[in-house]
């Protein structure tokens, strides 16, 4: 049974940094595909980063690339958003999600139908 638990997430100030931690258990990472979304009151969900189990390559929505980094420790079973520069419009619930990895879900790695699994989320507040 695939689990998720997300963690990290905090009130922090404009400008700071926070990293988000998802801790998966149920499944090997080298066979899955790994995700992070947010959702903003009233707002839809949003891709952010991805990770593929296989090789390592990532994937970033043009909104944070530059500013989030994804990351991964296969011996603690846990994924990572690095975040910085944060701005309040960043203020949101994150999700990660996960999935089996395939070479044709990599072009789909951060739409929210491609994955089947997903953690609880963590409050991310950013204020000004």
């Known amino acids: 049974q695939v689990q998720l638990v997300e963690s990290g997430g905090t009130l922090v100030q404009s400008g700071g940094s926070l990293r988000l931690s998802c801790a998966h258990s149920?499944?090997?990472?080298?066979?899955?595909?790994v995700g992070w979304f947010r959702q903003a009151p009233g707002k839809e969900r949003e891709g952010l980063s991805a990770i593929s189990g296989s090789d390592g390559s990532t994937y970033y929505a043009d909104s944070v690339k530059g500013r989030f980094a994804i990351s991964r420790d296969n011996a603690k079973n846990t994924v990572y958003l690095q975040m910085n520069s944060l701005k309040p419009e960043d203020t949101a619930v994150y999700y990660c999600?996960?999935?089996?990895?395939?070479?044709?879900?990599?072009?789909?790695?951060?739409?929210?139908?491609?994955?089947?699994?997903w953690g609880q989320g963590t409050q991310v507040t950013v204020s000004s």
């Open positions: 149920g499944f090997t990472m080298k066979y899955y595909a």
């Open positions: 999600a996960a999935r089996p990895w395939t070479i044709a879900a990599n072009s789909m790695l951060l739409f929210t139908a491609t994955y089947d699994n």
